[in-house]
């Protein structure tokens, strides 16, 4: 489970990055990685420990498309839009996936989230996805109901 | 070989226990992710526990990907005769192969016989990827006994402008896809005093149909730790860091563990092998931003801003990273600098065709039987990697477009599979080898659907910089849609190309500078999908 937000984890990761260059990025994934996503409240500590504007903070965290503004869902779907996965199928498996779990790209049904991705690395088995950070490869919407179905009872 | 790819199976070694020194036998299953995606952690599980209650002591080894990724997870055992495949292996099927024998190289219907026999590996050409898939990609004992450090070694003797001169004189281009000659970028930063300068390796390698950079990290990540230090000695850098994307969480892993381990060896540091040279590296993980493979946008990236491509000049070899000179190569261009400093120039140059000099590793994806990793020198043409090697489509129907060098690559109809893979044949097509991905797709592709989803991709993950870019990729994804519904044609197909005509001459970078090419490559070659005239009365490329 992760914890709720603390400023005094938020500083122990500052504090842990003080000696590196460029720290930004690693200090919002550390923070990512302990809360799920960069609390709004996180900003103001970090912007001043690195005497940066809120704004600069702000304007990084929403450039990139890995950092979340909120927590998510307890269980992350992501699916592979890029063309090899195309090739094999992967606008089907959205459509199936979609209708099973009842929402749309990027949007959340239940405790159950539903976003794209943009290549996984895994072009020679597509179509490819993951389920909570975990990946899975030549996913069949046959595979997929199964995958959902075990992350659902693991949780 | 097509048909036979998986399948041909060498006579059976014999079937002899093969105790290693340790009495022990020793099993080969990869940790690289796409052997994870299909299951190797279950089966590594499964193989462990079935080993333990049949009282057979293994040593378990979780090597990188061979690259046959369909054979994927795939079990070698060591037998006296080598090392022999079964694949791939489903966590059913390990009861049933320990029933036959599988710690003794017994047959079953999984069996492949000798892996290095396969005609699929045996045709390639390894050199940059020579280990993977055959060592512990962590450790530093099993890398230098298969040669490792020996280019590192080499290079320890010369003077930095000796090195240079010996990257140079290879050959060796940008991997990445520009195919900028990597000793030239050496040089310049080898020639700019700085009190810091850096080595930065782009493995943001977020290209569709490419996974090179993620096997040779998952699979053999110490080569790139050498060529890195390597560069750090030519150039006189001491400091370097490999940006990684955030998809890619077991390379980060695996990285990790190799720079930890070589650090503790004595590899990397204050004082690489007591030569005095010290280099330091880190692992940077990116955040998700396809833009940030552009290395000026990777630079902005690793400063910790927004990843805005920065206007050239200066080159980041004279103002990079922090301002200062800083070398920013490829994973496959820094991974191919080892064997060139071991074997020597000469070697590597002998393979391949007119400019493009040594071997390619390439990424066969998609819709396909036999996808996987295939090095090979420069000058195999296209056809022969998708039918000789990939046996056609996957899906049994005939393939009918082919698009190489990622998202920003050109679709190539069947009239062009002759092309050898080269850099100027390719760019003779108005096409890009780029970072050596091919992805296929069979005859029930939409090539209007395609060259929509390029302009859609590249609203998605444009920095937002020029507007070429920025705009021209939406008003591009608004005049496909009017194509696709059939709203006036010619004069959308028109405006289509002055769009394409816009963004190829007035982006910042490739990312809206190249999005023409699967844009136009699909309406000038498939002009049927667009509802358009027959490819022979169009023009051949963009104005």
């Known amino acids: 489970m992760r914890e709720a937000f603390s400023s005094a984890t938020v500083q122990a990761i500052l504090d842990a990055h003080a000696a590196q260059e460029g720290p930004l990025l690693p200090i919002l994934h550390d923070v990512q990685e302990a809360f799920g996503y960069v609390p709004p409240d996180a900003v103001p500590v970090i912007a001043n420990a690195l005497n940066l504007s809120r704004a600069e903070v702000h304007g990084v965290i929403t450039f990139y498309h890995h ?17 090899a996965c195309q090739s094999m199928g992967a606008d089907a498996l959205v459509a199936h996936a979609e209708r099973v779990l009842g929402c749309a790209m990027h949007s959340h049904s239940g405790d159950v989230a539903l976003e794209p991705v943009y290549c996984l690395g895994q072009c020679a088995t597509s179509p490819a996805i993951t389920i909570d950070d975990k990946l899975h490869a030549r996913v069949t919407p046959e595979k997929f109901d199964r995958l959902i179905a075990r992350a659902k009872d693991a949780a | 070989m097509s048909q ?50 049949r009282g057979i002591d293994i040593e378990l080894v979780r090597n990188g990907t061979r690259g046959m990724l369909w054979l994927e997870p795939l079990l070698e055992v060591v037998t006296p005769a080598g090392r022999v495949a079964y694949g791939p292996v489903d966590v059913d099927d390990v009861p049933g192969l320990f029933d036959a024998n599988v710690t003794a190289g017994g047959d079953h219907p999984l069996a492949l016989g000798l892996t290095e026999e396969i005609p699929y590996f045996k045709k390639q050409e390894r050199l940059t990827f020579a280990r993977v898939g055959i060592i512990d990609p962590v450790s530093v004992d099993d890398y230098v006994a298969h040669d490792g450090y020996r280019g590192l070694r080499n290079a320890l003797a010369l003077d930095g402008a000796a090195i240079v001169a010996q990257v140079t004189e290879s050959g060796l281009r940008g991997r990445g896809g520009a195919a900028f000659p990597t000793g030239i970028k050496w040089k310049t930063v080898l020639g700019t005093p700085a009190a810091q300068k850096y080595i930065v390796c782009n493995a943001d390698e977020g290209d569709s149909g490419t996974f090179a950079d993620r096997m040779l990290m998952e699979g053999d990540p110490l080569v790139l730790v050498e060529g890195m230090t390597i560069a750090g000695i030519a150039v006189g850098a001491t400091r370097g860091y490999i940006y990684v994307r955030s998809e890619y969480p077991h390379s980060i892993d695996v990285l990790g ?21 010290a280099f330091h590296l880190e692992v940077r993980k990116a955040a998700g931003a396809y833009v940030c493979g ?133 760019a003779a097509h108005w096409a890009v080898l780029g970072h050596g991905g091919i992805v296929a797709h069979d005859d029930t592709v939409d090539l209007a659907k395609l060259a929509r989803y390029a302009m859609e991709f590249c609203t998605i993950e444009s920095c937002g910089k020029c507007t070429p870019c920025r705009i021209g990729s939406t008003r591009g994804v608004e005049v496909m849609d009017r194509i696709i519904d059939g709203r006036d044609r010619p004069k959308q197909i028109k405006l289509l190309r002055d769009l394409c005509d816009t963004m190829l001459a007035g982006s910042l970078c490739a990312m809206g500078g190249m999005t023409p090419y699967p844009v136009l490559s699909a309406l000038n070659h498939f002009p049927e999908d667009f509802g358009a005239a027959e490819p022979s009365t169009l023009p051949t490329q963009a104005a």
């Not at chain 2, 036998?25 to 299951?39: E, F, N, Q």
């Open chain 1, 67 to 83: 950092f979340r503004t909120s927590a998510p869902p307890r269980h992350v779907v992501q699916i592979c839009r890029a063309e």
């Open chain 2, 257 to 277: 563990q190799a720079i930890a381990n070589a650090t503790k060896a004595g590899y990397l540091g204050e004082n690489i092998l007591g030569s005095g040279h």
């Open chain 2, 294 to 426: 552009e290395e000026t946008a990777l630079l902005e990236s690793l400063e910790g801003k927004r990843g805005v491509v920065r206007a050239k000049p200066p080159l980041p070899a004279i103002e990079g990273l922090f301002g200062q000179p800083t070398v920013i190569n490829n994973v496959i261009s820094l991974a191919s600098v080892p064997i060139i400093m071991d074997r020597g120039a000469d070697f590597y140059k002998h393979f391949g065709m007119g400019r493009s000099r040594g071997t390619l590793p390439i990424q066969l994806a998609g819709n396909i039987k036999y996808g996987g990793l295939i090095e090979k020198a420069f000058g195999v043409t296209l056809r022969e990697i998708l039918y000789d090697y990939g046996g056609g489509a996957m899906t049994g129907r005939a393939l009918r477009a082919v698009q190489v060098g990622g998202p920003l690559g050109s679709y190539l109809p069947e009239s062009q599979w002759d092309t050898p893979l080269d850099y100027e044949a390719f």
């Open chain 2, 4 to 53: 036979s790819a998986h399948s041909t199976k060498t006579p059976a070694p014999a079937v002899t226990a093969q105790p290693s020194a340790a009495g022990k036998v020793r099993l080969y299953l990869p940790r690289d992710s796409a052997a994870l995606a299909l299951g190797a952690d279950e089966v590594a599980d499964a193989i462990t526990a079935q080993a333990a209650r």
